[in-house]
Antibody, heavy 126, light 111 residues
Framework: EVQLVESGGGLVQPGGSLRLSCAAS????????MSWVRQAPGKGLEWVAN????????YYVDSVKGRFTISRDNAKNSLYLQMNSLRAEDTAVYYC???????????????????WGQGTLVTVSS | QSVLTQPPSVSGAPGQRVTISCTGS?????????VHWYQQLPGTAPKLLIY???NRPSGVPDRFSGSKSGTSASLAITGLQAEDEADYYC???????????FGTGTKVTVL
């Protein structure tokens, strides 16, 4: 069974740091891009960051650039999100998601998020 | 940053058909990027419901269907059931933002 389990959330003061982890199992982790997606309380979903299979490419939503760093350890089947200079608006449930993809010989490619972990809550407050 | 617009809520009686629209622009859906849909039951993580506009993962009932045209996409639920009460989100890619984007979300209520 494909499974993603996040950990590391908690209460942190504004300006503080936190490191989230996501343990993957049930699939070949090193074959997939991985993502972090967040959801503020009572709000919608927001993609946060992506990382390529070997960690050589990383992409971020503008609001976290320079503050958050996505990384992975394929030997440990784990994904991470280092969050620095946290702000109140970063308060959210953070989900780890596998980027499932389809590419064909014509150059067409598409990807989507499946599956998702259960999420870990990050609260930024004094 | 929700650049895909959905109605905040839709409702219907059991057995009825409801549709949820997802309106984008020329930098996302209109640019040819595919649309995916996720279902989020209360208190749980999102789950993939429709991928690449109209495909259902195994285990998703055929009551759920998706379509895409121009700068918009739609999710239809036929034969609405109580267990379909959830939040639904569309998702695509935006070339101007160089990132993935989600819809604003729609709460489905079964009357």
């Amino acid at each position: 069974e494909v499974q993603l389990v996040e950990s590391g959330g908690g209460l942190v003061q504004p300006g503080g740091s936190l490191r989230l982890s996501c343990a993957a199992s049930g699939f070949t982790f090193s074959n997939y891009w991985m993502s972090w997606v967040r959801q503020a309380p009572g709000k919608g979903l927001e993609w946060v960051a992506n990382i390529k299979q070997d960690g050589s490419e990383k992409y971020y939503v503008d609001s976290v650039k320079g503050r958050f760093t996505i990384s992975r350890d394929n030997a440990k089947n784990s994904l991470y999100l280092q969050m620095n200079s946290l702000r109140a608006e970063d308060t959210a449930v953070y989900y780890c998601a596998r980027v499932t993809y389809y590419y064909d010989s014509s150059g067409y490619g598409v990807d989507w998020f499946d599956p998702w972990g259960q999420g870990t809550l990050v609260t930024v407050s004094s | 940053q929700s650049v895909l617009t959905q109605p905040p809520s839709v409702s219907g009686a059991p057995g009825q058909r409801v549709t949820i629209s997802c309106t984008g622009s020329s930098s996302n859906i209109g640019a040819g990027y595919d649309v995916h849909w996720y279902q989020q039951l209360p208190g749980t993580a999102p789950k993939l419901l429709i991928y690449v506009n109209s495909n259902r993962p195994s285990g998703v009932p055929d009551r759920f269907s998706g379509s895409k045209s121009g700068t918009s996409a739609s999710l239809a639920i036929t034969g609405l059931q109580a267990e379909d009460e959830a939040d639904y989100y569309c998702q695509s890619y935006d070339s101007s933002l160089s990132g993935y984007v989600f819809g604003t979300g729609t709460k489905v209520t079964v009357l």
